[in-house]
């Protein structure tokens, strides 16, 4: 049982646990996360925080059945609290998410057989094999999904199984092979280095799912590369360069009769403890780049230091996608390309559509709740 007691000046409760474990508890925490201040079928927040002074004193502490107790010193309001609560709440440490899953980085070594894979059927019919397939696709950002059925909506379908498809200028979906008039280098025969998709929209796209569908051409291999192994080497063998493509942005622009969508981004995105949460390299839709000339020199050094670390063996795997397979990857992790093909040889053919990331993280969330009741 857990044992509570009032801290100080009576605006925070210490709590500590049989196992030793203890924690402060702020009064204004408490006061805000009261189990009555929030809607019982929603689950969201109905309590007005700016009801309440935020140096609101406790008045009482005391435990029921392992319940912590807490009567507030102003007016008649008393908040319960479960041991479970406060033990999954201690402040400072962050709420535990199913799908917080710890990124394993792969290099050039790595093969198309020692990436997580699942049948279409598992996936389609077996919510806890999607489940694991969806935590190791986080794991590596990269995966392989076979036996595909040969029908051009079946790469959708597995994708609509996760979460909602996201819809850019070029649609719910897109297809890749080459096409007269081509608006993007994807709709060509030529080679595509290694890059992200759609760096010049406010947000990238999440998850990509790739169904290949055919590929008889000679050529048309496929390459991928971990961002996340090419930030971690860049910022232990040049510090500068990496902290550069971590803070200044730079513009990205894709343009054609219908659509002008430019925005700037850093190369590297950070997140609050300085862990690298995405890439942003796609050299083809980079624009012009507008930093003041004196930053130019040591910034042009830096995307050059990456660009060619996307070229290096070391990073890139390279493999061949077959008709019936579907590749799904983090666009934000995990850059892909291809090599030239020849059309006259043979039809190649890949169906793709984008499932963001905050789509793919929910569905880890919900089967995992499913799979634990």
């Not at 474990?21 to 925490?29: E, G, K, N, V, Y």
């Not at 360069?241 to 894709?254: C, G, Q």
């Amino acid at each position: 049982m857990i044992t509570a007691h009032l801290h100080g000046d009576a605006r925070a409760i210490d709590v500590a646990w049989p196992d030793g474990r203890s924690a402060t508890f702020p009064a204004i925490f408490l006061r805000d996360n009261c189990p009555s201040g929030f809607h019982p079928q929603t689950l969201e927040r109905e309590f007005d925080l700016t009801s309440v002074d935020v140096d609101i004193e406790i008045g009482d502490v005391s435990l029921d059945n392992g319940d912590l107790t807490v009567t507030w010193k102003a007016g008649d309001h008393t908040s319960r609290f479960s041991a479970d609560w406060l033990s999954a709440h201690t402040p400072g440490t962050a709420f535990d998410d199913p799908a917080d899953v710890m990124p394993e980085i792969w290099r050039g070594t790595t093969s198309k057989t020692d990436l997580p894979s699942a049948t279409a059927a598992d996936l389609l019919s077996n919510d806890s094999r999607l489940l694991a397939f969806l935590r190791e696709t986080k794991r590596t950002g990269l995966s392989i999904v076979t036996d595909m059925a040969n029908d051009a909506e079946a790469g959708m379908t597995v994708a609509r199984r996760i979460g909602f498809l996201r819809e850019t200028n070029f649609g719910q979906t897109f297809e890749v092979m080459s096409k007269p008039d081509p608006t993007n280098l994807a709709y060509t025969s030529h080679a595509l280095p290694l890059h992200t998709d759609l760096p010049n929209q406010e947000l990238a796209p999440g998850f990509q799912f790739l169904h290949c569908l055919a590929n008889e051409a000679d050529g048309g291999g496929s390459t991928f590369c971990d961002g996340f192994a090419i930030a971690q080497d860049l910022k232990a063998q040049d510090p500068d360069a990496f902290n550069l493509l971590a803070t200044v942005p730079i513009p990205f622009r894709f343009q054609d009769n219908g659509y002008d969508i430019r925005n700037h981004h850093t190369v590297i995105q950070l997140d609050h403890s300085g862990a690298v949460t995405e890439l942003r390299i796609n050299a083809h839709i980079a624009s012009v780049f507008d930093m003041p000339a004196d930053q130019m020199q040591t910034y042009y050094r830096a995307y050059q230091t990456i660009l060619g670390m996307t070229r290096a063996p070391a990073y890139v795997m390279t493999t061949r996608l077959e008709g019936g397979e579907m590749v799904i990857f983090d666009n934000r992790r995990a850059l892909h390309g291809r090599a030239a093909f020849d059309p006259s040889t043979g039809f190649r053919h890949l169906r793709g559509c984008y499932v963001d990331r905050g789509e793919f993280e929910s569905r880890i969330r919900v089967l995992s709740r499913v799979n634990a009741s």
